[in-house]
């Protein structure tokens, strides 16, 4: 990142559509590069080191699944995969292979410009690690291990609370099922979505939260939760 501006690599081999995403993103004051295919944005993450990535699948030289992996494999900058795919199959492959989320297009500048900046925030607010988290009138202290929603102490059992402080953790990002469930239960428990569906559950109903309107968590069905960025 350059003198605080964000540097953001926008690999798509549709001119319109990088077109469209520069125009926004440079009115949100970041400095935009672009490739037209996979090679030359491989080459660029490691030439230009991107503060985050905005990726189509669909490009002309390689599948942009593969490019997830070989991005990954020399750079922790956030990925947000742009793409006309929608099945739920290449949602959670991208979101496994290292993607922090997924976008479908047809896409609204405001949506996307407000999930770049909750990813770059979180990028950028510094290597020590957190004690506490806040979000509006919810708080979780990782030291007290204590939850607190508008003053009021919230009583959660250990894996609500490993839960929760794992959403928090990653606010703005869509997890899988399977990254949750291997971070809280472990990898033999990677295919139980029922033990998760249960434990959101609990948890959105101590929160307030619902489901048909979260305020909290959000849901895509089939792929994973998101903890909404919430001030």
Not at 80 to 87: C, D, N, P, T
Not at 161 to 172: H, I, P, S
Not at 177 to 182: G, K, M, P, V, Y
């Amino acid at each position: 990142m350059t003198a605080g501006v964000p540097r953001i690599l926008v690999i798509d081999d549709e001119s319109a559509i990088r077109k469209f995403v520069r125009i926004g993103l440079t009115a949100q004051s970041c400095d935009v590069i672009e490739a037209e295919n996979g090679a030359e944005g491989l080459r660029l993450v490691s030439a230009r080191r991107p503060d985050l990535i905005v990726l189509d699948l669909g490009l002309p030289d390689v599948d942009g699944q593969e490019v997830i992996e070989a991005i990954r494999a020399v750079s922790a900058a956030p990925i947000v995969v742009l793409s006309v795919r929608a099945e739920e199959r290449e949602k959670i492959a991208a979101l496994d292979r290292g993607a922090s989320d997924y976008v479908t297009k047809p896409f609204g500048m405001g949506e996307l410009t407000a999930r770049i900046r909750a990813l770059l925030r979180d990028r950028h607010a510094g290597p020590a690690p957190a004690t506490h988290y806040d979000a509006g009138p919810l708080r979780l202290d990782l030291a007290k291990h204590e939850v607190t929603l508008d003053g009021e102490q919230l009583h959660l059992s250990r894996k609500e609370f490993d839960l929760l402080a794992l959403l928090l953790a990653n606010r703005g990002k869509m997890l899988t099922h399977r990254q949750i469930l291997r971070e809280i239960w472990g990898p033999a428990h990677e295919e139980d979505t029922h033990y998760l569906r249960v434990y959101v559950g609990h948890l959105r109903q101590k929160l307030g939260d619902d489901p048909a309107e979260p305020h909290f968590i959000a849901n895509e069905p089939g792929i994973g939760y998101r903890f909404l960025d919430v001030t």
